[in-house]
Every structure is written in C-alpha cells, then in structure tokens.
C-alpha cells in the first residue's frame, strides 16, 4: 500500500476520476450530519451545541489533518491515502455506533469527530495531485470532478440517513444500527477507488496535452514561505467563510427573510432551499472549475469574490422583498462556494507546479478549518444579539452580511496581490528528477 501503484502501458487516465469519487461521494457524507442531531438530541439528551460537536471537530480535524498530512500523502502516494481515509473514516462510524449503542456520547466525538475527521482530511487531499499529473492540460476539470463528489456526497447520504433512521427507529440503538451501516458501506465504496487508483509514469500521460512536471516547480516547505501562499489562504478563507455563513443557517435564514410577509416560508419549502443550495454547491464544483481551465484562475477568483460580495448586496438590500431574487443570489454564492474548492488545487498548480501540490493543497486547507468555526460564528453570533435586541426577520442578518461583503472584498484584494513565485523558491530540475525516479523505483 505504501508504494504507489504506476499505471500499466494503454491505462485510461478516465478510470482515475472515478477512483477519486468513491472516495469524495464517501467523505461528503460530513455535510448530512445534521440528519443525525435532531435523534442524538433526544435518544441522548444533548442540546444544539453538543449534538453539533461531532460535525465541528470533524472539520477541524479535516484542515489539520490534512496540513499535517499532506507530505506523507505525496511520498507514499494516492492509495495509502485512500487507504488510511478508508480505515479511519469507517472505523469512525464503527466507534460512533458503540458510542451510540451503550450511549457514551463521548464515543461519538471520538469515533465521528477525531478519528473519521482524519479520514476526512485524508481523503479530501488523496487524489488532488494525482489528478493534476495525470490531467495537466485541465487541472481545473480534473480536481473539479473528484471534489463535486464531495458536495454531492450529501444529496445521497442525507436521504438514505432519513429513511434508516425510519427504519431502525430513532433512539440510541436505531443511531448505533445505521451508523453501523454506513461504516460498513462507505468501507465498500472506499475500496473501489483504493483498487481502481494509479499514477502516471514519469513523462507526459498519453492524451495528456502538456507534461504535467514542465514549469516551475516548488516544494511544500518553500511555498508556505511565499507571500502567493498566503494570498491564497486569505482567498479560499474569505470565499468559504461567507458561503458557509448562508449554508449552515440556510433553513432558519430563508424562514426569517420571509417571516413577515403574506407568504411565509414553510419548513418543507425551508428543507428544499437546503437541497437547491446543495445541489448549487455541487454543480459549482465541476462546472466554474471547469470554467477557470478556459478564463484562468485569478479570473474565476476575481468573479467569486466580487460578483459573491454583489450578490450579498442585494440579499441585504432587496433579499426580503423577493424570494426569487433571494433564492437565486444564494444559489449563486453556493455555486462560488463549491467552485472555490474545486478551483484552489489547480490555481496552486499554476504558481507552485505539481512538486509536492498535494502536501500545499493540505496546509492550505486549514483555511478551511478557520473558515468552517469563522462563518457559522459571525452569522449566529449577530443573529442572536439581535434578536435579544428586540429585532426579527431581514433584520437579523443585516450587519452579518455587511461583515461577509467585506470579507469577500479583503479576498478579491488578497487574489489581486498574486504574482508569480520567485525564482529563489523554484525546485532545481535535478531534484526534482530524482525524487521522480525514487518514486518510480519504490
């Protein structure tokens, strides 16, 4: 498992994309966590913030684990990676069902939060670079398709939660029995793309266009010492937080903006917008990714975050007198969402080469672990305290959205400062050779 697998003569590079989704379709189950919290809350007598705990430090585990991560993923190669998000992301469903079964909540944190929030993070960084190497003419499509797997992974996981937990009932040991199945499940899935997996020989893979090791190339220590890294990490911390900001308080949101008027927001009506953000969030992934491969990657930043802080103008000025207008501008700061994740792989290909692209790609992660606490917290930290002020509706969300226009701007300046790496930090081609021929040879 530790060597990684060379792809024979006449090997499709398509069959690594799917490899990639087995594992992302997987690990996106993250984003239907919430499926769970209403059971917990009652079978184990937890509160809001308790039942929420799994799920935050799952995503907290998934940034650092993947800066911590990210080197032994490009020396050992895509198939440990998948390997050990496999292990760790079902043994954690596996812990959580004891946890649940002999109600240790304590069990679910672990088994959920910390361990499978490893096999997030893992996984999430698994096949990026591998992905690149072998598509080096459209990175962009490449790691778009992988990461819309991850978006996806709840438009699958959400339902068939629901209808197991109808099944097996909603106490303690219905939750312990569906855990089970989905630690069991995802185990088989994982294995697909742990089988199916290969890297490209040394060279250009056939049908590949360029070669994916022309250009400048930098290693992970050196990029982490470049100020082009440090623009990116403001870029994809401000373009998730404000995404974040509408989709962890999606249902609540749309319910409040509309509470006033002659036409309120049911809770059916409230759970679809939930399923249209989803699915805006996942078609962004592959579709302004894809984009980015034609227009460049600092253009397709520049419309995230500016056409982004546009679009959470109008919710704040017009949102609450139309809902097709605020639907639609929460659809589209979904889609930039999911395509800045999708996007950030191959913008960091463009500046740091495909080198050590993935352990880059991990360390820039943490942004998102900042993002994932920064978002929530900004929108339900000011809703509440104006609401204990005595406001309702639209209101509740006007000086949060203000702070979100003007994160997206500091991220829009911070995409404008990226220049090319200097050539001190560039990795000498003999190095970079070597490396090349070790890998092939182990």
């Known amino acids: 498992m530790s060597s990684p697998p060379v792809a024979p003569p006449g090997w499709s590079r398509w069959l690594v994309p799917?490899?990639?989704?087995?594992?992302?379709?997987?690990?996106?189950?993250?984003?239907?966590?919430?499926?769970?919290?209403?059971?917990?809350?009652?079978?184990?007598?937890?509160?809001g913030t308790q039942s929420a705990l799994p799920f935050q430090l799952a995503i907290v585990m998934l940034g650092l684990s993947a800066a911590f991560g990210g080197t032994l993923?490009?020396?050992?190669?895509?198939?440990?990676?998948?390997?050990?998000?496999?292990?760790?992301?079902?043994?954690?469903f596996l812990i959580s069902a004891l946890g649940a079964g002999t109600k240790q909540y304590w069990l679910i944190v672990l088994g959920y939060g910390f361990i499978g929030g490893i096999g997030l993070g893992i996984g999430y960084i698994?096949?990026?670079?591998?992905?690149?190497?072998?598509?080096?003419?459209?990175?962009?499509?490449?790691?778009g398709i992988a990461i819309m797997g991850f978006g996806g992974g709840a438009l699958i996981a959400?339902?068939?939660?629901?209808?197991?937990?109808?099944?097996?009932?909603?106490?303690?040991d219905g939750i312990a029995l569906a855990f089970l199945v989905h630690g069991l499940s995802y185990a088989v899935f994982m294995t697909l793309g742990v089988l199916l997996v290969r890297v490209p020989r040394t060279g250009k893979p056939a049908g590949s266009g360029p070669s994916a090791v022309e250009g400048v190339q930098v290693s992970a220590r050196d990029a982490v010492r470049t100020p082009q890294f440090w623009c990116l990490w403001v870029v994809l911390c401000m373009n998730v937080t404000a995404g974040i900001g509408i989709l962890e308080k999606a249902a609540p949101m749309i319910t409040d903006f509309f509470a006033d008027s002659s036409t309120p927001v049911s809770a059916s009506a409230a759970a679809g917008f939930v399923a249209l953000l989803s699915a805006a969030n996942m078609t962004g992934r592959i579709g302004w990714s894809s984009a980015s491969d034609r227009i460049g990657r600092k253009n397709i930043y520049r419309v995230y975050l500016g056409v982004g802080a546009l679009m959470y103008l109008l919710i704040a000025l017009f949102g609450d007198?139309?809902?097709?207008?605020?639907?639609?501008?929460?659809?589209?700061?979904?889609?930039?969402?999911?395509?800045?994740?999708?996007t950030i792989p191959a913008y960091l290909k463009d500046l740091f080469g495909t080198y050590q692209v993935g352990a880059i790609h991990g360390r820039l992660l943490t942004a998102w672990?900042?993002?994932?606490?920064?978002?929530?917290?900004?929108?339900?930290?000011?809703?509440?305290?104006?609401?204990?002020?005595?406001?309702?509706?639209?209101?509740?969300?006007?000086?949060?959205?203000?702070?979100?226009?003007?994160?997206?701007?500091?991220?829009?300046?911070?995409?404008?400062?990226?220049?090319?790496?200097?050539?001190?930090?560039?990795?000498?081609?003999p190095r970079e050779a070597a490396d090349a021929r070790r890998q092939q040879s182990a």
């Open 369 to 429: 672990s900042t993002a994932g606490v920064l978002g929530p917290l900004i929108v339900n930290w000011i809703a509440d305290r104006q609401e204990a002020a005595g406001k309702h509706g639209s209101s509740l969300y006007g000086l949060s959205f203000g702070i979100m226009i003007g994160l997206l701007v500091v991220g829009f300046v911070a995409n404008e400062l990226v220049r090319p790496v200097h050539a001190r930090h560039h990795v000498p081609a």
């Open 126 to 143: 698994s096949p990026v670079s591998t992905l690149i190497k072998w598509f080096p003419d459209r990175p962009g499509m490449a790691t």
């Open 18 to 47: 799917p490899a990639a989704l087995s594992v992302h379709l997987s690990i996106g189950q993250a984003y239907a966590w919430s499926v769970f919290k209403p059971p917990l809350e009652s079978a184990l007598d937890l509160d």
């Open 158 to 172: 959400s339902p068939w939660s629901a209808q197991m937990l109808d099944s097996f009932g909603g106490d303690n």
């Open 321 to 342: 007198a139309s809902k097709p207008l605020f639907v639609l501008c929460a659809l589209v700061v979904l889609s930039f969402y999911g395509g800045g994740f999708a």
């Open 73 to 92: 993923v490009e020396r050992n190669g895509p198939r440990w990676a998948m390997t050990v998000a496999l292990v760790c992301f079902s043994s954690g």
